[in-house]
């Protein structure tokens, strides 16, 4: 399956040119905090900016496909990383953030897919350790949990371009979460935090998710990609995509994929859905507030009049 592999096609003389550029998928910026550190005497900080670096050039010069990009097709996404602790000299505890971009076509827009917070981003890392990722063996946790990132960012951008899209990438990031398991770190563990990233590779991969994979991709290509040309379209595919995941709701009483979602999207939700009819407004409404709750008030938005 290839993406959305748009090639550069001229026309001249009654001819059809085609042009193609090789680029790397992913195109992540990212930040490195450690504010919180600095209290501690047995940090070296020094060495902060070459880890940074190694990381986003793991993720932004290695091929994890073989698909073709060109440069303007790069995956938009940000990994905001907060190391909160380290006990040793190059053992650090933290959370990190993933944030998904897809660009709305027809317009200068992006559109967030889903905002992920991964409360164990605990790694080991000197600047004398090498970082090289292996597909089929685990390494270490830094390594592991790029990797893991990278497909993720893959599996769910694809999805939003063509029916369950990512699947292979899906695949990839729960072979990466079974090698890592031998580790026993936190992030990777059954029966630990339901917001880890078991539980989000788990989520993705189950059946009763299914039905939510395809509204990924009939709102993102189908609907929010031709919302100016067609609004009143745009906002039956919401509903129905907020239908869906309010029958999921009822099997999975907690699914840390939905609540990633909906943190990403709450804004864009009500943006859609604002112009609607007051019926439009007041069925998305009820299913937001269900699906959503902490953010009820924001969404009373749509009930004015």
């Known amino acids: 399956m290839i993406r959305s592999v748009t090639k550069l096609i001229c026309f001249l003389s009654g001819i059809f040119l085609t042009v193609s550029v090789q680029a790397q998928e992913l195109n992540c910026q990212v930040n490195l905090n450690y504010d919180q550190l600095f209290s501690q005497q047995k940090t070296d900080f ?9 990381i986003t050039e793991l993720l932004n010069t290695r091929r994890w496909t073989n698909d073709q990009f060109q440069p303007s097709e790069r995956i938009n996404c940000i990994l905001n990383i907060n190391l909160l602790k380290s006990t040793q000299q190059g053992v ?14 027809g317009t200068n827009l992006e559109s ?18 090498p970082v090289f990722f292996r597909d089929n063996a685990y390494t270490d946790e830094l390594t592991s949990i790029l990797g893991f990132y990278a ?5 769910l ?9 990512g699947t292979p990438h899906m695949q990839r990031a729960f072979n990466i979460m079974n090698l890592a398991q031998t580790a026993n770190g936190a992030g990777w563990l059954v029966g630990g935090d339901k917001r880890n990233r078991y539980y989000l590779i788990e989520n993705l991969q189950a059946p009763q998710f299914g039905p939510f994979r395809d509204g990924l ?9 031709n919302f100016t040309a067609n609004p009143i379209q745009s906002r039956k595919a919401l509903l129905d995509l907020l239908t869906t995941m309010r029958r999921i709701q009822t099997q999975v009483s907690l699914s840390v994929l939905m609540n990633s979602f909906m943190d990403a ?27 959503d709750p902490g953010k009820t008030e924001a969404y009373r938005k749509l009930l004015w009049q």
């Not at 020094?46 to 190694?54: A, D, I, M, T, W």
């Not at 967030?112 to 350790?129: A, E, G, M, W």
């Not at 991709?217 to 990609?225: E, G, I, N, S, V």
């Open 46 to 54: 020094s060495y902060f900016n070459q880890l940074k670096g190694v």
């Open 151 to 155: 497909n993720i960012f893959l599996a």
């Open 112 to 129: 967030t897919v889903i905002s992920y917070v991964d409360r164990n981003f605990n790694i080991v890392y000197l600047p004398t350790t």
């Open 217 to 225: 991709y009939t709102y993102h290509r189908l609907a929010l990609d």
């Open 157 to 165: 951008d694809y999805d939003t371009f063509s029916r369950q899209g």
């Open 265 to 291: 999207k709450s804004e864009e939700f009500i943006n859609v859905l604002y112009e609607g009819s007051l019926a439009e407004r007041k069925r998305g409404f009820d299913l937001l507030t269900q699906l």
């Open 92 to 105: 650090f505890e933290g959370n990190a953030q993933l944030i998904l971009k897809r660009p709305v076509y």
